[in-house]
């Protein structure tokens, strides 16, 4: 897991502790929105994904943005609004998800990802 994190905060030119975050958040959101035994599959396939679900759990960013994300409630849009109330832009949001979807597709193969990516509402415009 600390690959991805490297290369997600090299990417977006972020700090560790932001990529860990954010990752968490992502994969905390796919694990409630996305087709369930796709996201199995992909979260067996990153050892340590499990732990970075629960560090993000609860963590919606803080001040205006982290409201309406709450405010929101799920959804790809309210992933989105968290992401920026903890401190990442759309364009680090972006680099973000391109990254962990690409790791995704390097662990867990194409084919889950590509259904990951087609069975969870609003997220195939974002990667």
Do not use: H, Y
């Amino acid at each position: 897991m600390q690959e991805l994190i490297n290369r997600v905060a090299a990417a977006a030119g972020i700090d560790e502790g932001l990529a860990t975050k954010a990752v968490g958040m992502i994969l905390g959101f796919l694990q409630k929105e996305g087709p369930q035994a796709q996201v199995q599959q992909m979260l067996a396939a990153l050892p340590g994904a499990e732990a970075l679900i629960a560090q993000g759990e609860g963590e919606g960013g803080g001040g205006l943005m982290g409201m309406v994300g709450g405010l929101m409630g799920g959804g790809i849009m309210g992933l989105g609004a968290n992401l920026m109330g903890a401190g990442l832009d759309m364009g680090q949001i972006s680099t973000v998800g391109k990254e962990l979807m690409a790791f995704g597709r390097e662990q867990a193969g194409e084919d889950v990802m590509g259904q990951i990516v087609a069975g969870t509402p609003g997220l195939s415009q974002f990667v």
